[in-house]
Protein backbone atom coordinates (compact mmCIF):
# COMPACT_ATOMS: atom_id res chain seq x y z
CA UNK A 1 0.00 0.00 0.00
CA UNK A 2 1.36 3.41 -1.00
CA UNK A 3 3.90 4.28 -3.62
CA UNK A 4 6.93 5.82 -3.08
CA UNK A 5 9.12 6.96 -5.78
CA UNK A 6 12.82 9.15 -5.22
CA UNK A 7 15.78 9.95 -7.60
CA UNK A 8 18.85 11.68 -7.18
CA UNK A 9 20.80 11.72 -10.15
CA UNK A 10 22.32 13.59 -13.66
CA UNK A 11 18.58 13.67 -15.40
CA UNK A 12 15.50 15.76 -14.51
CA UNK A 13 13.79 13.94 -11.36
CA UNK A 14 10.68 15.61 -11.69
CA UNK A 15 9.30 13.16 -14.83
CA UNK A 16 11.45 9.87 -13.25
CA UNK A 17 9.31 10.44 -10.38
CA UNK A 18 5.88 10.58 -11.72
CA UNK A 19 6.43 8.01 -14.24
CA UNK A 20 7.73 5.68 -10.74
CA UNK A 21 4.94 6.26 -9.24
CA UNK A 22 2.35 5.57 -12.29
CA UNK A 23 3.85 2.47 -12.36
CA UNK A 24 3.51 1.94 -8.61
CA UNK A 25 -0.42 3.32 -8.81
CA UNK A 26 -1.36 0.04 -8.57
CA UNK A 27 -0.22 0.13 -4.41
CA UNK A 28 -2.74 2.87 -3.92
CA UNK A 29 -4.34 5.65 -5.81
CA UNK A 30 -6.47 8.35 -4.18
CA UNK A 31 -3.80 11.09 -3.62
CA UNK A 32 -0.25 12.35 -4.86
CA UNK A 33 2.67 14.48 -4.34
CA UNK A 34 6.07 14.92 -5.10
CA UNK A 35 8.99 16.96 -3.34
CA UNK A 36 11.39 18.39 -4.95
CA UNK A 37 14.96 20.85 -4.58
CA UNK A 38 14.58 23.95 -6.03
CA UNK A 39 16.86 26.51 -5.69
CA UNK A 40 17.69 25.67 -1.95
CA UNK A 41 14.59 25.36 -1.50
CA UNK A 42 12.09 22.19 -1.39
CA UNK A 43 8.81 22.35 -3.43
CA UNK A 44 5.84 20.37 -2.58
CA UNK A 45 3.20 19.82 -4.92
CA UNK A 46 -0.05 17.52 -3.87
CA UNK A 47 -3.33 16.84 -5.10
CA UNK A 48 -6.53 14.35 -4.25
CA UNK A 49 -6.91 11.49 -6.91
CA UNK A 50 -4.74 9.51 -9.47
CA UNK A 51 -1.18 11.04 -10.69
CA UNK A 52 -2.99 12.60 -13.37
CA UNK A 53 -4.62 15.05 -11.35
CA UNK A 54 -1.23 16.09 -10.02
CA UNK A 55 0.65 16.30 -13.20
CA UNK A 56 -1.75 19.12 -13.99
CA UNK A 57 -0.41 21.05 -11.44
CA UNK A 58 2.95 20.69 -12.32
CA UNK A 59 4.58 23.34 -14.71
CA UNK A 60 8.48 22.72 -16.71
CA UNK A 61 10.00 22.95 -13.43
CA UNK A 62 13.30 20.73 -13.42
CA UNK A 63 14.96 19.42 -10.38
CA UNK A 64 18.00 16.91 -9.88
CA UNK A 65 16.60 15.54 -6.39
CA UNK A 66 12.49 14.52 -5.95
CA UNK A 67 10.28 11.93 -3.50
CA UNK A 68 7.47 11.26 -4.67
CA UNK A 69 4.23 9.35 -3.26
CA UNK A 70 0.75 7.98 -4.15
CA UNK A 71 -1.68 7.03 -1.34
CA UNK A 72 -3.74 4.69 -0.22
CA UNK A 73 -5.53 6.18 2.97
CA UNK A 74 -5.22 5.35 6.43
CA UNK A 75 -5.20 8.27 8.82
CA UNK A 76 -7.29 11.02 6.99
CA UNK A 77 -9.79 11.15 4.20
CA UNK A 78 -7.96 11.36 0.54
CA UNK A 79 -7.39 14.93 0.25
CA UNK A 80 -4.83 17.32 -0.48
CA UNK A 81 -4.09 18.39 2.75
CA UNK A 82 -3.63 14.83 3.72
CA UNK A 83 -1.79 13.24 0.88
CA UNK A 84 2.00 13.19 1.00
CA UNK A 85 4.83 14.95 1.10
CA UNK A 86 4.21 15.96 4.56
CA UNK A 87 6.75 18.82 5.50
CA UNK A 88 7.35 19.76 9.31
CA UNK A 89 10.26 22.55 10.40
CA UNK A 90 13.52 21.28 8.55
CA UNK A 91 12.11 17.99 7.23
CA UNK A 92 9.66 16.22 4.44
CA UNK A 93 8.90 12.78 4.39
CA UNK A 94 6.78 10.41 2.56
CA UNK A 95 5.39 7.04 4.44
CA UNK A 96 4.45 4.13 3.63
CA UNK A 97 3.04 2.55 6.62
CA UNK A 98 1.33 2.98 10.06
CA UNK A 99 2.67 4.51 12.86
CA UNK A 100 0.51 3.12 15.43
CA UNK A 101 1.37 5.41 18.51
CA UNK A 102 0.79 8.20 16.87
CA UNK A 103 -1.75 10.05 19.05
CA UNK A 104 0.29 9.71 21.93
CA UNK A 105 3.47 11.05 19.86
CA UNK A 106 1.05 13.71 18.56
CA UNK A 107 0.13 15.28 21.91
CA UNK A 108 3.78 15.15 22.97
CA UNK A 109 4.76 17.03 20.60
CA UNK A 110 1.38 19.50 20.19
CA UNK A 111 2.94 20.23 24.36
CA UNK A 112 6.38 20.88 22.85
CA UNK A 113 4.76 23.96 20.15
CA UNK A 114 4.38 21.69 17.26
CA UNK A 115 1.07 22.36 15.43
CA UNK A 116 -0.10 19.72 12.34
CA UNK A 117 -2.07 20.60 9.64
CA UNK A 118 -3.32 17.33 8.50
CA UNK A 119 -4.90 14.43 10.08
CA UNK A 120 -2.36 11.45 9.17
CA UNK A 121 -0.05 9.73 11.01
CA UNK A 122 3.10 11.18 8.95
CA UNK A 123 2.97 14.43 9.88
CA UNK A 124 3.04 13.01 13.36
CA UNK A 125 6.14 11.05 12.01
CA UNK A 126 7.99 14.05 10.21
CA UNK A 127 7.40 16.01 12.99
CA UNK A 128 9.58 13.49 15.42
CA UNK A 129 12.10 13.51 12.98
CA UNK A 130 11.95 17.43 13.28
CA UNK A 131 12.06 17.38 16.72
CA UNK A 132 14.98 14.39 17.09
CA UNK A 133 17.10 16.48 14.57
CA UNK A 134 16.82 19.93 16.74
CA UNK A 135 18.39 17.78 19.11
CA UNK A 136 21.35 15.66 18.03
CA UNK A 137 21.68 18.30 14.94
CA UNK A 138 22.86 14.75 13.10
CA UNK A 139 20.63 13.40 10.35
CA UNK A 140 22.29 9.66 10.60
CA UNK A 141 21.85 9.44 14.64
CA UNK A 142 18.22 11.28 13.93
CA UNK A 143 17.14 8.05 11.54
CA UNK A 144 18.88 5.77 13.51
CA UNK A 145 17.11 6.71 16.87
CA UNK A 146 13.28 6.43 15.03
CA UNK A 147 13.04 2.72 15.65
CA UNK A 148 13.05 3.05 19.36
CA UNK A 149 10.46 5.81 18.82
CA UNK A 150 8.08 4.99 16.24
CA UNK A 151 5.96 2.10 16.73
CA UNK A 152 4.07 0.13 13.75
CA UNK A 153 5.64 -0.21 10.03
CA UNK A 154 6.81 2.68 7.98
CA UNK A 155 9.33 3.56 4.64
CA UNK A 156 10.53 7.03 4.45
CA UNK A 157 11.75 9.06 1.83
CA UNK A 158 13.34 12.54 3.93
CA UNK A 159 14.34 15.36 2.73
CA UNK A 160 16.24 17.68 5.16
CA UNK A 161 16.16 21.46 4.48
CA UNK A 162 19.73 22.39 2.86
CA UNK A 163 20.84 19.02 2.17
CA UNK A 164 20.78 17.72 -1.21
CA UNK A 165 20.54 13.93 -0.35
CA UNK A 166 17.90 11.44 0.33
CA UNK A 167 17.50 9.60 3.19
CA UNK A 168 15.48 6.46 3.38
CA UNK A 169 14.74 3.91 6.45
CA UNK A 170 12.32 1.45 6.49
CA UNK A 171 10.28 -1.20 9.66
CA UNK A 172 8.13 -3.87 8.10
CA UNK A 173 7.43 -1.79 4.53
CA UNK A 174 9.15 -2.66 1.82
CA UNK A 175 11.98 -0.02 -0.24
CA UNK A 176 14.51 -0.67 -2.98
CA UNK A 177 17.32 1.22 -4.16
CA UNK A 178 19.05 1.18 -7.62
CA UNK A 179 21.62 2.73 -9.44
CA UNK A 180 22.73 3.27 -13.40
CA UNK A 181 25.30 5.81 -15.05
CA UNK A 182 22.41 8.61 -14.78
CA UNK A 183 21.42 8.70 -11.10
CA UNK A 184 20.02 6.50 -7.90
CA UNK A 185 16.55 5.31 -7.36
CA UNK A 186 14.57 4.31 -4.42
CA UNK A 187 11.26 2.71 -4.57
CA UNK A 188 9.00 0.54 -3.05
CA UNK A 189 8.64 -2.25 -5.93
CA UNK A 190 10.09 -3.01 -8.67
CA UNK A 191 8.00 -1.95 -11.72
CA UNK A 192 9.27 1.81 -10.80
CA UNK A 193 13.06 0.92 -11.43
CA UNK A 194 12.75 -1.83 -14.21
CA UNK A 195 13.04 0.85 -17.02
CA UNK A 196 16.64 1.66 -15.94
CA UNK A 197 18.38 -1.12 -14.58
CA UNK A 198 17.42 -4.86 -13.26
CA UNK A 199 20.33 -4.55 -10.22
CA UNK A 200 18.81 -3.54 -7.05
CA UNK A 201 19.37 -3.46 -3.55
CA UNK A 202 17.16 -4.33 -0.86
CA UNK A 203 17.05 -2.27 2.49
CA UNK A 204 17.08 -4.09 5.58
CA UNK A 205 15.20 -3.09 8.82
CA UNK A 206 17.51 -0.92 10.83
CA UNK A 207 19.81 -0.38 7.76
CA UNK A 208 19.21 3.85 6.59
CA UNK A 209 19.72 4.33 2.48
CA UNK A 210 21.77 7.77 1.67
CA UNK A 211 21.04 8.86 -2.22
CA UNK A 212 22.66 11.25 -3.29
CA UNK A 213 23.36 12.96 -6.78
CA UNK A 214 26.80 9.87 -6.94
CA UNK A 215 26.21 7.16 -5.31
CA UNK A 216 24.14 4.90 -2.30
CA UNK A 217 25.62 4.45 0.68
CA UNK A 218 24.30 1.99 3.25
CA UNK A 219 24.61 2.62 7.16
CA UNK A 220 24.06 0.02 10.05
CA UNK A 221 24.41 0.58 13.51
CA UNK A 222 26.65 3.83 12.54
CA UNK A 223 28.86 2.12 9.66
CA UNK A 224 29.18 2.25 6.04
CA UNK A 225 28.03 -1.56 5.20
CA UNK A 226 28.52 -3.14 2.00
CA UNK A 227 25.40 -5.16 0.35
CA UNK A 228 24.79 -7.08 -2.32
CA UNK A 229 23.14 -6.29 -5.59
CA UNK A 230 20.11 -8.23 -7.00
CA UNK A 231 19.14 -8.92 -10.18
CA UNK A 232 15.45 -8.54 -10.99
CA UNK A 233 14.26 -12.07 -13.39
CA UNK A 234 11.56 -9.59 -14.81
CA UNK A 235 11.23 -8.42 -18.37
CA UNK A 236 10.15 -4.13 -18.46
CA UNK A 237 7.04 -6.00 -21.24
CA UNK A 238 6.09 -7.57 -17.65
CA UNK A 239 5.10 -4.13 -15.89
CA UNK A 240 3.68 -2.63 -19.55
CA UNK A 241 0.68 -3.64 -20.96
CA UNK A 242 1.69 -4.50 -24.79
CA UNK A 243 -1.78 -4.23 -26.41
CA UNK A 244 -3.62 -5.71 -23.53
CA UNK A 245 -6.50 -3.04 -22.48
CA UNK A 246 -5.90 -4.12 -18.47
CA UNK A 247 -3.02 -5.57 -16.57
CA UNK A 248 -5.60 -8.04 -15.52
CA UNK A 249 -6.54 -9.25 -18.76
CA UNK A 250 -2.70 -9.54 -19.24
CA UNK A 251 -2.46 -11.54 -16.41
CA UNK A 252 -4.68 -13.93 -17.10
CA UNK A 253 -3.90 -14.57 -20.37
CA UNK A 254 -0.22 -15.17 -19.19
CA UNK A 255 -1.13 -18.50 -17.02
CA UNK A 256 -0.61 -20.96 -20.26
CA UNK A 257 3.46 -19.60 -20.08
CA UNK A 258 3.62 -19.16 -16.43
CA UNK A 259 2.64 -22.75 -15.63
CA UNK A 260 4.90 -23.86 -18.20
CA UNK A 261 7.54 -22.65 -17.15
CA UNK A 262 6.80 -23.41 -13.29
CA UNK A 263 6.46 -26.82 -14.23
CA UNK A 264 9.44 -27.00 -16.13
CA UNK A 265 11.60 -25.54 -13.27
CA UNK A 266 10.15 -27.56 -10.53
CA UNK A 267 10.01 -30.73 -12.63
CA UNK A 268 14.12 -30.62 -13.16
CA UNK A 269 14.37 -29.01 -9.41
CA UNK A 270 11.89 -31.23 -7.98
CA UNK A 271 13.76 -30.79 -4.15
CA UNK A 272 12.97 -27.68 -4.31
CA UNK A 273 8.94 -28.99 -3.45
CA UNK A 274 9.81 -29.09 -0.20
CA UNK A 275 8.95 -32.53 1.48
CA UNK A 276 6.86 -32.11 4.73
CA UNK A 277 5.70 -35.31 5.16
CA UNK A 278 7.95 -35.29 8.78
CA UNK A 279 5.41 -32.50 10.15
CA UNK A 280 2.62 -33.71 12.58
CA UNK A 281 0.18 -30.78 11.54
CA UNK A 282 -0.04 -28.13 9.12
CA UNK A 283 -1.49 -24.24 9.76
CA UNK A 284 -1.88 -22.52 6.18
CA UNK A 285 -1.46 -18.70 6.78
CA UNK A 286 -2.90 -16.60 4.68
CA UNK A 287 -5.63 -13.38 3.54
CA UNK A 288 -7.81 -13.36 0.49
CA UNK A 289 -7.25 -15.03 -2.61
CA UNK A 290 -3.63 -16.61 -0.76
CA UNK A 291 -6.06 -17.80 1.85
CA UNK A 292 -8.55 -19.19 -0.83
CA UNK A 293 -5.27 -20.89 -2.42
CA UNK A 294 -4.54 -22.11 1.03
CA UNK A 295 -8.13 -23.76 1.44
CA UNK A 296 -7.31 -25.96 -1.58
CA UNK A 297 -4.28 -26.42 -0.43
CA UNK A 298 -5.41 -28.11 2.61
CA UNK A 299 -7.89 -30.16 0.71
CA UNK A 300 -5.32 -31.98 -1.68
CA UNK A 301 -2.19 -31.91 1.38
CA UNK A 302 -5.00 -34.05 3.79
CA UNK A 303 -6.17 -36.00 0.95
CA UNK A 304 -2.90 -36.94 -1.03
CA UNK A 305 -0.59 -36.48 2.82
CA UNK A 306 -2.95 -37.55 5.09
CA UNK A 307 -1.29 -34.75 7.50
CA UNK A 308 -4.12 -33.14 9.62
CA UNK A 309 -4.24 -29.54 7.45
CA UNK A 310 -6.02 -25.78 9.07
CA UNK A 311 -6.33 -22.72 7.00
CA UNK A 312 -6.06 -19.22 9.00
CA UNK A 313 -6.44 -16.10 7.65
CA UNK A 314 -3.86 -13.96 9.20
CA UNK A 315 -5.25 -11.22 10.75
CA UNK A 316 -7.20 -13.95 12.68
CA UNK A 317 -4.40 -16.05 13.38
CA UNK A 318 -2.17 -13.68 14.72
CA UNK A 319 -4.46 -13.00 17.87
CA UNK A 320 -5.56 -16.36 18.60
CA UNK A 321 -4.71 -19.11 20.49
CA UNK A 322 -3.59 -22.06 17.98
CA UNK A 323 -1.52 -24.64 19.63
CA UNK A 324 1.38 -24.36 17.82
CA UNK A 325 3.65 -26.94 18.28
CA UNK A 326 7.52 -27.67 17.12
CA UNK A 327 5.72 -30.69 15.12
CA UNK A 328 3.47 -27.93 13.08
CA UNK A 329 4.26 -26.18 9.91
CA UNK A 330 3.19 -22.98 9.36
CA UNK A 331 2.87 -22.65 5.46
CA UNK A 332 2.63 -18.41 4.84
CA UNK A 333 1.16 -17.74 1.53
CA UNK A 334 1.53 -14.45 0.01
CA UNK A 335 1.53 -12.94 -3.57
CA UNK A 336 3.71 -9.80 -2.24
CA UNK A 337 5.29 -11.43 0.81
CA UNK A 338 4.61 -7.99 2.68
CA UNK A 339 1.24 -8.54 3.83
CA UNK A 340 1.62 -7.12 6.85
CA UNK A 341 -0.77 -9.56 9.03
CA UNK A 342 1.12 -12.94 6.82
CA UNK A 343 4.24 -11.22 8.12
CA UNK A 344 2.84 -10.85 11.65
CA UNK A 345 1.44 -14.63 11.93
CA UNK A 346 4.79 -15.83 10.52
CA UNK A 347 6.88 -14.19 13.37
CA UNK A 348 4.01 -15.77 15.94
CA UNK A 349 4.83 -18.95 14.18
CA UNK A 350 8.88 -18.46 14.63
CA UNK A 351 8.26 -17.50 18.56
CA UNK A 352 6.53 -20.95 19.13
CA UNK A 353 9.41 -22.55 17.66
CA UNK A 354 6.94 -24.19 14.13
CA UNK A 355 8.27 -25.26 11.35
CA UNK A 356 7.96 -21.75 8.18
CA UNK A 357 7.81 -22.40 4.80
CA UNK A 358 6.96 -19.00 2.60
CA UNK A 359 4.92 -19.82 -0.73
CA UNK A 360 6.03 -16.60 -2.10
CA UNK A 361 6.30 -14.38 -5.39
CA UNK A 362 8.21 -11.79 -4.91
CA UNK A 363 11.41 -12.54 -4.60
CA UNK A 364 13.60 -11.47 -1.51
CA UNK A 365 9.98 -10.03 0.30
CA UNK A 366 10.22 -10.11 3.75
CA UNK A 367 7.97 -13.28 4.16
CA UNK A 368 10.31 -15.17 1.76
CA UNK A 369 13.90 -14.08 3.80
CA UNK A 370 12.13 -14.86 7.06
CA UNK A 371 10.38 -18.10 6.76
CA UNK A 372 12.67 -20.88 7.71
CA UNK A 373 12.11 -22.19 3.82
CA UNK A 374 10.63 -20.65 0.54
CA UNK A 375 9.21 -21.88 -2.69
CA UNK A 376 8.82 -19.20 -5.13
CA UNK A 377 5.64 -19.21 -7.28
CA UNK A 378 7.36 -17.39 -10.45
CA UNK A 379 4.39 -15.67 -11.56
CA UNK A 380 6.21 -12.60 -12.66
CA UNK A 381 5.25 -9.47 -11.91
CA UNK A 382 1.56 -9.08 -11.21
CA UNK A 383 0.24 -5.53 -11.45
CA UNK A 384 -3.76 -5.88 -11.45
CA UNK A 385 -4.69 -5.17 -7.79
CA UNK A 386 -7.31 -8.68 -8.44
CA UNK A 387 -4.47 -11.12 -8.24
CA UNK A 388 -4.98 -14.32 -10.86
CA UNK A 389 -1.77 -15.85 -11.78
CA UNK A 390 -0.10 -15.83 -8.64
CA UNK A 391 -3.66 -17.42 -7.18
CA UNK A 392 -3.53 -19.62 -10.16
CA UNK A 393 0.55 -20.45 -9.46
CA UNK A 394 -0.02 -20.41 -5.03
CA UNK A 395 -2.67 -23.47 -5.98
CA UNK A 396 0.01 -25.44 -8.51
CA UNK A 397 2.51 -25.25 -5.62
CA UNK A 398 0.03 -26.28 -2.79
CA UNK A 399 -0.58 -29.04 -5.81
CA UNK A 400 2.68 -30.41 -5.70
CA UNK A 401 3.71 -30.75 -2.88
CA UNK A 402 0.70 -33.12 -2.38
CA UNK A 403 1.77 -34.61 -5.42
CA UNK A 404 4.72 -35.28 -3.62
CA UNK A 405 3.30 -36.22 -0.58
CA UNK A 406 0.94 -39.10 -2.26
CA UNK A 407 3.83 -40.72 -4.21
CA UNK A 408 5.92 -40.86 -0.74
CA UNK A 409 3.66 -42.48 0.75
CA UNK A 410 2.40 -44.78 -2.17
CA UNK A 411 -1.24 -43.10 -2.69
CA UNK A 412 0.08 -42.30 -5.96
CA UNK A 413 1.51 -44.75 -7.63
CA UNK A 414 4.42 -44.50 -10.26
CA UNK A 415 1.99 -45.31 -12.98
CA UNK A 416 -0.36 -42.56 -11.75
CA UNK A 417 2.64 -40.32 -10.99
CA UNK A 418 3.36 -40.36 -14.39
CA UNK A 419 -0.14 -39.83 -15.81
CA UNK A 420 -0.24 -37.13 -13.68
CA UNK A 421 2.73 -35.38 -14.86
CA UNK A 422 1.16 -35.84 -18.25
CA UNK A 423 -1.64 -33.76 -16.74
CA UNK A 424 0.19 -31.25 -15.55
CA UNK A 425 2.12 -30.48 -18.79
CA UNK A 426 -1.52 -30.52 -20.74
CA UNK A 427 -2.93 -27.44 -18.44
CA UNK A 428 -1.37 -24.91 -21.08
CA UNK A 429 -2.83 -26.35 -23.38
CA UNK A 430 -6.06 -26.91 -21.71
CA UNK A 431 -6.07 -23.19 -20.49
CA UNK A 432 -5.75 -22.12 -23.39
CA UNK A 433 -8.53 -23.70 -24.98
CA UNK A 434 -10.83 -21.90 -21.51
CA UNK A 435 -9.12 -18.40 -23.07
CA UNK A 436 -10.54 -18.54 -26.19
CA UNK A 437 -14.58 -19.14 -25.31
CA UNK A 438 -16.96 -16.34 -25.21
CA UNK A 439 -17.07 -14.66 -21.51
CA UNK A 440 -18.67 -11.32 -23.09
CA UNK A 441 -22.47 -12.64 -24.20
CA UNK A 442 -21.93 -14.18 -20.61
CA UNK A 443 -20.91 -11.47 -19.16
CA UNK A 444 -23.69 -9.29 -20.93
CA UNK A 445 -26.25 -11.43 -18.76
CA UNK A 446 -25.57 -10.42 -15.48
CA UNK A 447 -23.54 -6.88 -15.00
CA UNK A 448 -26.79 -5.34 -14.35
CA UNK A 449 -27.49 -7.49 -11.33
CA UNK A 450 -27.21 -6.30 -7.91
CA UNK A 451 -26.33 -9.69 -6.30
CA UNK A 452 -24.88 -13.07 -7.45
CA UNK A 453 -24.29 -16.45 -5.79
CA UNK A 454 -21.75 -18.80 -6.28
CA UNK A 455 -22.33 -22.61 -5.20
CA UNK A 456 -20.06 -25.57 -4.82
CA UNK A 457 -18.71 -28.23 -2.86
CA UNK A 458 -15.47 -29.43 -1.16
CA UNK A 459 -12.78 -28.21 -3.77
CA UNK A 460 -15.39 -26.41 -6.02
CA UNK A 461 -16.35 -24.31 -3.20
CA UNK A 462 -13.15 -23.32 -2.32
CA UNK A 463 -12.85 -22.24 -5.85
CA UNK A 464 -16.05 -20.37 -5.64
CA UNK A 465 -14.68 -18.09 -3.24
CA UNK A 466 -12.23 -17.02 -5.16
CA UNK A 467 -14.43 -16.59 -8.16
CA UNK A 468 -16.55 -14.81 -6.17
CA UNK A 469 -14.24 -12.25 -4.73
CA UNK A 470 -12.49 -11.70 -8.00
CA UNK A 471 -15.84 -10.57 -9.04
CA UNK A 472 -16.98 -8.42 -6.30
CA UNK A 473 -14.05 -6.63 -6.31
CA UNK A 474 -13.73 -5.42 -9.40
CA UNK A 475 -17.32 -5.34 -10.47
CA UNK A 476 -18.51 -3.75 -7.37
CA UNK A 477 -22.02 -6.14 -7.42
CA UNK A 478 -22.27 -7.77 -4.17
CA UNK A 479 -22.00 -11.53 -4.21
CA UNK A 480 -21.58 -14.02 -1.59
CA UNK A 481 -20.16 -17.67 -2.01
CA UNK A 482 -22.38 -20.84 0.11
CA UNK A 483 -20.95 -24.47 0.45
CA UNK A 484 -23.87 -26.00 -1.73
CA UNK A 485 -25.15 -27.39 1.28
CA UNK A 486 -25.69 -24.59 3.31
CA UNK A 487 -27.82 -22.45 0.82
CA UNK A 488 -31.06 -24.02 2.25
CA UNK A 489 -29.92 -23.09 6.03
CA UNK A 490 -31.20 -19.35 5.09
CA UNK A 491 -29.39 -17.98 2.17
CA UNK A 492 -32.20 -19.76 -0.13
CA UNK A 493 -34.30 -17.13 0.82
CA UNK A 494 -32.44 -14.48 -1.37
CA UNK A 495 -32.56 -16.46 -4.24
CA UNK A 496 -35.76 -15.40 -6.70
CA UNK A 497 -36.56 -15.09 -10.36
CA UNK A 498 -33.43 -14.23 -12.20
CA UNK A 499 -31.34 -14.37 -9.59
CA UNK A 500 -27.56 -15.28 -10.61
CA UNK A 501 -26.23 -18.61 -9.31
CA UNK A 502 -22.82 -19.82 -10.67
CA UNK A 503 -22.03 -23.46 -9.44
CA UNK A 504 -18.77 -25.47 -10.46
CA UNK A 505 -19.26 -29.01 -10.33
CA UNK A 506 -15.94 -30.92 -10.50
CA UNK A 507 -15.57 -32.90 -7.73
CA UNK A 508 -16.64 -36.10 -8.85
CA UNK A 509 -17.60 -37.90 -5.78
CA UNK A 510 -19.97 -34.89 -4.61
CA UNK A 511 -21.33 -34.44 -7.61
CA UNK A 512 -25.03 -35.46 -7.20
CA UNK A 513 -25.24 -33.70 -3.85
CA UNK A 514 -24.22 -30.37 -5.32
CA UNK A 515 -26.63 -30.87 -8.53
CA UNK A 516 -29.57 -30.90 -5.72
CA UNK A 517 -28.07 -27.87 -4.59
CA UNK A 518 -28.26 -26.41 -7.86
CA UNK A 519 -31.71 -28.01 -8.64
CA UNK A 520 -32.69 -25.84 -5.10
CA UNK A 521 -32.04 -22.70 -6.71
CA UNK A 522 -33.22 -23.67 -10.41
CA UNK A 523 -36.50 -23.93 -8.54
CA UNK A 524 -36.49 -20.78 -6.82
CA UNK A 525 -36.52 -19.14 -10.45
CA UNK A 526 -32.28 -19.28 -10.05
CA UNK A 527 -30.44 -18.24 -13.77
CA UNK A 528 -27.70 -20.98 -13.49
CA UNK A 529 -24.86 -20.00 -15.00
CA UNK A 530 -22.52 -24.05 -14.64
CA UNK A 531 -18.52 -24.94 -14.87
CA UNK A 532 -18.80 -28.33 -15.07
CA UNK A 533 -15.97 -31.15 -15.27
CA UNK A 534 -17.11 -32.35 -19.14
CA UNK A 535 -17.77 -36.42 -18.00
CA UNK A 536 -20.04 -35.63 -15.61
CA UNK A 537 -23.84 -36.28 -17.10
CA UNK A 538 -26.38 -33.17 -15.75
CA UNK A 539 -29.27 -32.79 -17.13
CA UNK A 540 -29.93 -29.60 -19.20
CA UNK A 541 -32.54 -28.78 -17.40
CA UNK A 542 -29.99 -27.73 -14.33
CA UNK A 543 -28.52 -24.74 -16.13
CA UNK A 544 -28.93 -21.76 -18.52
CA UNK A 545 -25.23 -21.56 -19.22
CA UNK A 546 -22.69 -24.23 -19.41
CA UNK A 547 -18.58 -23.91 -19.57
CA UNK A 548 -16.97 -27.75 -19.65
CA UNK A 549 -13.79 -27.95 -18.44
CA UNK A 550 -11.82 -30.72 -19.51
CA UNK A 551 -11.41 -34.28 -17.23
CA UNK A 552 -7.84 -34.09 -14.96
CA UNK A 553 -6.65 -35.45 -11.52
CA UNK A 554 -7.62 -33.17 -8.59
CA UNK A 555 -4.28 -32.19 -8.43
CA UNK A 556 -4.46 -30.35 -11.61
CA UNK A 557 -8.32 -29.68 -12.35
CA UNK A 558 -8.48 -26.10 -9.83
CA UNK A 559 -5.71 -24.34 -11.99
CA UNK A 560 -8.21 -25.03 -15.03
CA UNK A 561 -11.85 -24.66 -13.92
CA UNK A 562 -10.83 -20.65 -12.07
CA UNK A 563 -9.97 -18.96 -15.27
CA UNK A 564 -13.37 -19.22 -16.28
CA UNK A 565 -14.40 -17.28 -13.03
CA UNK A 566 -11.84 -14.76 -13.81
CA UNK A 567 -12.82 -13.77 -17.20
CA UNK A 568 -16.57 -13.72 -16.23
CA UNK A 569 -15.31 -11.32 -13.47
CA UNK A 570 -13.33 -9.25 -16.04
CA UNK A 571 -15.71 -9.03 -18.53
CA UNK A 572 -18.45 -8.12 -16.78
CA UNK A 573 -16.83 -5.24 -14.87
CA UNK A 574 -15.55 -4.48 -18.31
CA UNK A 575 -18.55 -4.24 -19.94
CA UNK A 576 -19.70 -1.54 -16.40
CA UNK A 577 -17.29 0.58 -17.78
CA UNK A 578 -15.10 0.20 -14.20
CA UNK A 579 -11.34 0.58 -13.80
CA UNK A 580 -11.02 -2.94 -13.51
CA UNK A 581 -6.70 -2.95 -12.46
CA UNK A 582 -7.06 -0.25 -9.55
CA UNK A 583 -10.87 -1.04 -8.17
CA UNK A 584 -11.66 1.50 -5.82
CA UNK A 585 -10.56 1.11 -2.12
CA UNK A 586 -7.95 -1.35 -2.60
CA UNK A 587 -4.02 -1.36 -3.02
CA UNK A 588 -2.10 -4.04 -3.94
CA UNK A 589 -0.04 -4.81 -1.12
CA UNK A 590 -1.60 -4.85 1.79
CA UNK A 591 1.58 -3.60 4.29
CA UNK A 592 -1.17 -2.42 7.05
CA UNK A 593 -3.50 -4.23 9.50
C1 LIG B 1 -7.61 -10.32 -4.31
C2 LIG B 1 -6.26 -10.09 -3.82
C3 LIG B 1 -6.07 -10.06 -2.36
C4 LIG B 1 -4.71 -10.66 -1.98
C5 LIG B 1 -4.45 -10.47 -0.47
C6 LIG B 1 -3.14 -11.09 -0.04
O1 LIG B 1 -7.64 -10.34 -5.71
O2 LIG B 1 -5.35 -9.89 -4.58
O3 LIG B 1 -7.10 -10.68 -1.68
O4 LIG B 1 -4.71 -12.02 -2.32
O5 LIG B 1 -4.43 -9.10 -0.18
O6 LIG B 1 -2.06 -10.51 -0.67
P1 LIG B 1 -0.65 -11.24 -0.72
O7 LIG B 1 -0.83 -12.48 -1.53
O8 LIG B 1 0.28 -10.26 -1.36
O9 LIG B 1 -0.29 -11.55 0.71
Known sequence: MCGIMGYNGKQNAIPIVIKGLKSLEYRGYDSAGIAYLKDENVKIIKEKGRITELEKLLDDDSSNTAIGHT???????????????????????????????????????????????SETDTEVACAVIDSIYKETNDKIKTIEKLKDVL?????FLILFKNDNKIYTTRCGSPLILASNIDGNYIASDIPAILPYTKEYYLLDEGEIGIVDFEKIEFIKNGNIIKKEKLTFNFSVS?????????????????????????LDYYFEN??????????????????????????????????????????????????SDNFITKD?????????????????SLRLAKECKAGTLGIVNVVGSTIARESDEV?????????????????????????????????????????????????????????????????????????????IFFIGRLIDYYLCLEGSLKLKEISYIHSETYAAGELKHGTISLIDEG????SIVTDTSICEKTVSNINETKARGAN??????????????????????????????????????????????????????????????????
Open 71 to 117: RWATHGSPNRINAHPHNVGDVIIVHNGIIENYSELKEKLISNGYTFK
Open 151 to 155: KGSYA
Open 238 to 262: EAELVGYKHFMLKEINEQPHIIKEF
Open 270 to 319: FDLIKDISKYKKIHIVACGSAYHAGLIGKYLIEKYGHIETNVYIASEYRY
Open 328 to 344: TLVILVSQSGETADTIA
Open 375 to 451: IYINAGCEIAVATTKAYTNQVLTFSLLAYKLGIKNGLISNEDALEIKKEYYNLPNEINKILKLDYKSLASKIYKQND
Open 499 to 502: TPVV
Open 528 to 593: VILVKRKSLVIDETCYDELIEITDMSDLVIPMLSIVPLQLLAYHVADLKGLDIDKPKNLAKSVTVE
